[in-house]
Structures are given as structure tokens and as C-alpha cells.
């Protein structure tokens, strides 16, 4: 027996059911999803990563007849797990939760019966007409492979940060136990930064957010971050040093050539992102457009257009792709 995934939504009675082989969760509305461990066989198609990108394009080749074998190495859902309102994805009006978004992701998963095999990859490798996908079980084998592994966090290196006790600094918001109190100091001046302050003061905690120069997030975020008495931010301002004083982090900064302290319990960075294409070898990672039947999708492909619509329709376009070149060999 090899470890349970985690109950989805243990507040609402989800229960974790073990069924041998492998096993499942009861999802809410009863829908059971399944996640297994892998072995070496040949599929029509392999998925790598089940974020966003990858789970559109696993229910569009389920749909269509294909089993797609889906790797997952972290939770199903992918970044869209960190963010605190989605409101541009079509057919939320209202805006909705990523954490809830991925609810009915998986929710679509599991009414296509799509497995998720919940492993990481370590790499995908061209032998003939063929790729080899490796991971810690074994080896699958197919025809056609969709890279959909997003991005990973940019490292800062700022003096004193390797010091200081890490589970006090993140990197994403989901990785914050609910039980975290205190305050934050966030670093960063984008999208990201400002929704996580904005997630953040909803759960009654007080926020400093720092950047050097002007704010680069979109303006409704500043606006509301401006509005909300939980927030502070900081404009042009220079992150130089951080040492660890009494359970709390003491932030050394810079603004208009004075210097200044900021105290927090926590540190939360959000500098950027890049493309995490580690599961690629080079000659696969720079000629991709050209080899034929390995797909890049989603953010992973996407520089700065990382939104949940693009990378959805990027997986699509992909499983259609894939679906359209077997039916073409018939
Ligand atoms: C704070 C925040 C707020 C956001 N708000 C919005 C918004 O309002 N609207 C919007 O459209 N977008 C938003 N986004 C962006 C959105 O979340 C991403 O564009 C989307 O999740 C990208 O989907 P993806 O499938 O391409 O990649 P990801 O979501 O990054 O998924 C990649 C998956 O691949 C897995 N993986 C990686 N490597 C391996 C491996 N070797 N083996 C197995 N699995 C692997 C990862 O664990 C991950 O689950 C937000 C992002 C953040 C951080």
C-alpha cells in the first residue's frame, strides 16, 4: 500500500476510501477520483502535470476515446491552487476561488474516469518514433507526450535569507499552514503579489508588501490592496538583508537612500516565475516545435501570458491535435 491522498474537502465529510491497487477519494456530489502509482507500458498519450493545462487536455482525449496517462507530482490543480479570486475565466461572473476552481477541475476528471498517477517525471526521452517517460516506478511509453508543467518560483538571493528558519519564508501562498499568525512581509510588485496580500489580509492578517519601483500589477488589485486597512505597501523599495530575531524576521530595506526595518513573522516572495522544463533533455527542450509529437502547453510555454484560459486552451488544442493524428494513421 503506498500513501492515501489527501481528503479534498475533509470539513464537508469527503472520505478516503481504500481500494487495493489504488485508491480514492469521494469527492462532494459522490464522484470518486482515483489516483494510482505507475507501470512501464505504451499509451497513445502521456500528460505531464495536472494543473490547469493538463487536466483540459486529459478530459478532451478521454472524451474522444483516447487514455492519456497523467502524471502528477505535487496536488492535482497545479498554481491555480494559489490563487485567491479568479475573475476572468469565463463562466464565473462572480469571480471564483482557485482552490474552488480546482474543485470542479477534478470534478470533471472524475466524471471522465481520468486517473491521475500521482508521481513525478523525471524525464521525457525520444527512442525512434517513440518517447520514454521516466518517473520513480518505471517507464511509459507513447506516441505523443504533453508537457504541461507550468513554472517554477525565481529564487531571490538577498543576504541573510539562507539563514534564516524556512518555514517562516514561501515561496507560494498554498504552502502557508492555516494555523500561520502574525504578519507578512510580501515581496514583490506583480499580479501575484498583490493577490496573495489581498489573500492574505482576508484572513485577518496584516500585510507589508515591498518592490522596487512602481507596482506592475494590474490597477484593480492596487486599488483594493490601497483600500484595505490590512495593507501597507511600500514603493521603491530595495530588499537588502534579513536575519532571524526571537521566532520573527527582521527585513533590512532601502527607500529613496534611507534605510529601513521592517519586523514580520513571516516572509512571502513573489518575484517572478520561469518555465520549468527540467523533465527535458536540451536537444528535446530546444527543438521541441519541431519534434513531432511532443506538445508544449500552458504556462510553461506561455512567458508572460500565464492565465488559466490560455493554458485550457493551449492543453486542447494539443489533445486535438494528438486526436487528429490518430485518426489519420488508421
Ligand atoms: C497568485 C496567483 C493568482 C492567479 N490568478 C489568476 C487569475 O485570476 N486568472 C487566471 O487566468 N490565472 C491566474 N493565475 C495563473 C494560473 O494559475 C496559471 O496560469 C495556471 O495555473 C497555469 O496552468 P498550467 O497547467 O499551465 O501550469 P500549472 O498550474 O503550474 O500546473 C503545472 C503542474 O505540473 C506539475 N508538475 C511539474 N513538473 C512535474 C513533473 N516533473 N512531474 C509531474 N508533475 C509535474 C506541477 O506540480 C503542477 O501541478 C494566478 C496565478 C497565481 C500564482
New binding site residues.
Given amino acids: 500500500m503506498f500513501c492515501l491522498f489527501q481528503p479534498l474537502n475533509p470539513g464537508k465529510g469527503a472520505k478516503v476510501e481504500n481500494m487495493g491497487e489504488s485508491e480514492s477519494v469521494l469527492l462532494p456530489q459522490s464522484a470518486t477520483l482515483t489516483v494510482s502509482k505507475a507501470k512501464g507500458k505504451m499509451y497513445a498519450a502521456v500528460i ?8 483540459a487536455a486529459a478530459v478532451y482525449l478521454r472524451r474522444a476515446g483516447v487514455d492519456p496517462r497523467v ?10 491552487r ?8 469565463p463562466g464565473f461572473p462572480e469571480g471564483i476561488g ?1 482552490p474552488e476552481l480546482v474543485e470542479l477541475f477534478k470534478r470533471h476528471l472524475v466524471r471522465w474516469r481520468i486517473d491521475i498517477r500521482m ?4 524525464t521525457v526521452s525520444k527512442e525512434g518514433e517513440v518517447y520514454k517517460v521516466s ?1 520513480e516506478s518505471g517507464e511509459a511509453f507513447a506516441k505523443s507526450v504533453i508537457v ?4 517554477r518560483p525565481k529564487r531571490i538571493d538577498i543576504q541573510g535569507l539562507e539563514d534564516v528558519e524556512m518555514s517562516r519564508v514561501f515561496y ?2 498554498r504552502d502557508i499552514p492555516p494555523t500561520a499568525k502574525g504578519n507578512f512581509l510580501v515581496i514583490g510588485g506583480g ?2 503579489a498583490f ?2 496580500a489581498l489573500n492574505l489580509a482576508s484572513r485577518d492578517i496584516y500585510v507589508d508588501i515591498v518592490f522596487r519601483g512602481e507596482p506592475r500589477c494590474l490597477a484593480l488589485l492596487l486599488e483594493r490592496a490601497s483600500r484595505s486597512e490590512k495593507i501597507r505597501t511600500h514603493a521603491g523599495t530595495e530588499l537588502k538583508s534579513v536575519r532571524g530575531e526571537e521566532r520573527q524576521l527582521v527585513f533590512m530595506m532601502e527607500q529613496e537612500g534611507t534605510e529601513k526595518e521592517i519586523v514580520a513573522d513571516y516572509g512571502l516572495i513573489a518575484c517572478g516565475r520561469e518555465p ?1 522544463i ?2 527535458l533533455p536540451p536537444e528535446l527542450a530546444e527543438n521541441w516545435k519541431e519534434a513531432s509529437g511532443l506538445y508544449l ?4 510555454r506561455r512567458g508572460n501570458y ?6 485550457v486552451g ?2 486542447i488544442l494539443a489533445a486535438m491535435s494528438i486526436i487528429e493524428s490518430m485518426g489519420n494513421e488508421k
Fill in positions: 505531464v502535470g495536472a494543473g490547469p493545462a493538463g487536466i502524471f502528477e507530482r505535487d496536488e492535482i490543480g497545479g498554481l491555480l494559489n490563487a485567491h479570486l479568479v475573475e476572468n475565466y482557485g508521481e513525478e517525471v523525471h518517473s504541461a508543467t507550468g513554472t507560494e501562498v499580479d501575484a493577490d496573495y520549468d527540467s523533465v502547453v500552458g504556462d510553461v500565464r492565465q488559466v484560459g490560455i493554458s493551449d492543453g
